[in-house]
């Protein structure tokens, strides 16, 4: 997975992203979060979108998504779209489809 043709994935443990931390101690506390910057031209409409998750309007923090579906409207306007996955997407279908348990934690060592 590839964003801004800098920053990859590849071998990351998927469990938790702790970077926020880092940000919030180097920006102070304006940086925990920031505006929807939404563009009429970016929407859901393949799998491998990646956007920021968020919990309302111009809360986006340190996480993301990453669709499994084409067409994902309701999403729209919603969250800030900032990516898509450029290769790799076999491995993202394959994470969708491991088992988890109640709180959505897989249960299996995903790398």
Do not use: C, W
Request: aromatic content about 12%; proline content about 4%.
């Amino acid at each position: 997975m590839i964003f801004n043709n800098n920053f990859f994935l590849n071998k990351t443990l998927f469990q938790r992203l702790i970077i926020f931390v880092i940000f919030r101690i180097l920006y102070g506390e304006q940086a925990k979060f920031f505006a929807d910057e939404f563009k009429p031209s970016l929407r859901h409409k393949k799998s491998g979108t990646v956007a920021m998750a968020n919990p309302g309007p111009n809360l986006n923090a340190s996480q993301f998504y990453i669709t499994v579906g084409e067409n994902m409207n309701s999403l729209d306007d919603q969250h800030t779209i900032f990516g898509i996955v450029a290769e790799g997407l076999e491995t993202v279908m394959k994470i969708n489809e491991s088992f988890t348990d109640q709180e959505g934690r897989p249960l299996q060592v995903i790398r």
